[in-house]
C-alpha cells in the first residue's frame, strides 16, 4: 500500500507528520508498505516527490497539486492509497480514478474549521478546501483521530456515508517518550530547574491559541517561569504579533524563555519531564498529539476544552481543560491562567496527574494497537465490508 504525507522524517513539523513517522514504523511489518512523501530522492521504502520547477514562485497550494500529480502517477502497483492531510488527499483521490485502488485518508484537520488560514494561503485556501472536499467525498474510507473529529468531518461534509468513517486515534510510543531526569538541557537554555516553569511546544499558528497563552501568562504567580519552544510562523504577521506579545511579558516578568526553533525529539522530552505542567492552548484541535507526549513524559496538562482534547485529558486526572469560546477571549485567558497557577501550587497534585497521565497513555494510545486498528480499515474496504 501506499502512504502518502507532506511531512516525514527528517521533516517532520506537526502533528500530522508525528502520526504518520510512527504510524510507517509499526505498519511495516504488516503490509508491504511504501511511503510517498515531499522531498527529493528515495530510501529504505520511500518515494519523495518535488514540485514541478516551472512553478518555482507560485502559490504554495498550486505547488502541492503539482506534487498530488507525480505521487498519484508513481502508485501504479499499490493496492491501496491512504493519504494524510489536504496535502495529499488530492493524491489518493487522483490514484483512486486513475488506477482504479481505494483511497482512505485520514483527517487530522479540517479546512473548513480553519478559517485563518486564508491569511497564510491567500486566494490557494480556496484550492486546499476543495481538495479537501473533492477526496474526503469521493473516498473509500475517512479515518477520523478522535472521535469529535468524525463529528466534525460530517458535520462539514454531510454528503458523506456515515459508515465510512472510523475513529482510529492518534498515539504515542512510551518506550521513547518517558521521564528524563537529567538537566542540562535545561540549563543550555537558560531555565532554572529549580523555579516553577509551565511549558508549551508547538508552532507559531493562530490554531495554537499561543497569543492567548501569553495574555494569559501575565497572570501568573511571579515565581513561575516561562518556557516557549514555539518556532515557524504562518504568516510574518502572526509572527510579528508572537514578537511583540512575548516582550511585553518580559517586560513584566522574568523567567520568559522563547527557543525560536523546533528542538530534538530528546531535548523536547527532557523539557517536558521538568515542567510544572504542559500547557496547550488549541483554539481548534481535533486530537492534539503533543498532549499524549507530555502526559507520557508524567507532566500534567492544562489545555483547551476543544476538539478531541477531552478524549486523551481526562479533566481532574491527568491535567484539567479550559472552556474555550471564541466570542469570550478573555474568559479563556483568565481560566487558563487560573488552571495553570492551580496546577503550580500543588505539586502533589499535579505529580498524581502526571503518573495518572503516563499510564492512561501506555494503556490507551500505543501505536501497535493504532495501525493494527489502521489495518482492519484497509481490509474492510477491499473486501467491501
Not at 9 to 33: K, M, S
Not at 148 to 174: F, Q, S, T, W
Request: hydrophobic share 45%.
Amino acid at each position: 500500500m501506499g502512504l502518502l504525507t507532506r511531512e516525514y522524517p527528517p521533516d517532520v513539523y506537526g502533528g500530522a507528520g508525528v502520526h504518520v513517522e510512527f504510524l510507517a514504523r509499526e505498519l511495516r511489518p504488516l503490509v508491504d508498505l511504501e511511503v510517498h512523501t515531499w522531498g527529493e530522492g528515495t530510501a529504505d521504502g520511500v518515494r519523495r516527490h518535488r514540485a514541478w520547477p516551472a512553478l518555482d514562485g507560485a502559490n504554495d497550494a498550486l505547488r502541492t497539486l503539482s506534487v498530488d500529480l507525480a505521487i498519484a502517477a508513481a502508485l501504479e502497483g499499490r493496492e491501496i492509497a491512504h493519504s494524510h492531510t489536504w496535502y495529499t488527499n488530492l493524491a489518493g483521490h487522483l490514484a483512486a480514478l486513475h488506477l482504479g485502488i481505494p483511497h482512505v485518508m485520514t483527517a487530522h484537520s479540517l479546512e473548513p474549521l480553519r478559517p485563518w488560514k486564508a491569511e497564510q494561503l491567500g486566494g490557494g485556501y480556496a484550492l486546499s478546501a476543495w481538495a479537501e472536499r473533492t477526496a474526503i467525498e469521493a473516498a473509500d474510507g475517512v479515518i477520523a483521530v478522535s472521535h469529535a473529529m468524525r463529528k466534525d468531518i460530517l458535520a462539514c461534509y454531510p454528503a458523506l456515508e456515515p459508515k465510512k468513517v472510523r475513529v482510529v486515534h492518534n498515539g504515542i510510543d512510551v518506550s521513547l517518550y518517558h521521564a528524563d531526569a537529567g538537566t542540562d538541557v535545561l540549563r543550555r537554555y537558560d531555565i532554572d530547574p529549580q523555579r516553577p516553569y509551565i511549558l508549551f511546544v508547538g508552532r507559531i499558528t493562530r490554531q495554537k491559541g499561543v497569543p492567548h497563552l501569553l495574555r494569559a501568562a501575565k497572570q501568573l504567580t511571579k515565581d513561575v517561569q516561562v518556557v516557549l519552544c514555539a518556532g515557524a510562523p504562518d504568516t510574518p504577521e502572526i509572527g510579528r504579533e508572537f514578537r511583540e506579545l512575548v516582550d511585553e511579558l518580559k517586560a513584566s516578568r522574568d523567567g520568559v524563555r522563547w527557543i525560536p526553533s523546533m528542538l530534538p525529539r530528546t531535548e523536547v522530552i527532557q523539557l517536558l519531564t521538568h515542567a510544572s505542567v504542559f500547557v496547550c492552548p488549541s483554539v481548534y484541535e481535533p486530537l492534539g498529539i503533543v498532549n499524549l507526549e507530555a502526559m507520557a513524559c508524567g507532566t500534567a496538562v492544562v489545555a483547551s476544552q476543544v476538539g478531541g482534547i477531552p478524549e486523551v485529558v481526562a479533566d481532574g486526572e491527568t491535567g484539567l481543560l479550559v472552556p474555550y469560546a471564541a466570542a469570550d477571549p478573555e474568559g479563556f485567558e483568565a481560566g487558563l491562567a487560573e488552571a495553570l497557577n492551580r496546577v503550580v501550587a500543588d505539586p502533589g497534585a499535579a505529580r498524581a496527574m502526571g503518573e495518572a497521565g503516563r499510564e492512561r497513555a501506555a494503556a490507551e494510545f500505543g501505536w501497535d494497537a493504532i495501525a493494527r486498528r489502521t489495518v482492519d480499515v484497509y481490509e474492510e474496504i477491499l473486501n467491501g465490508t
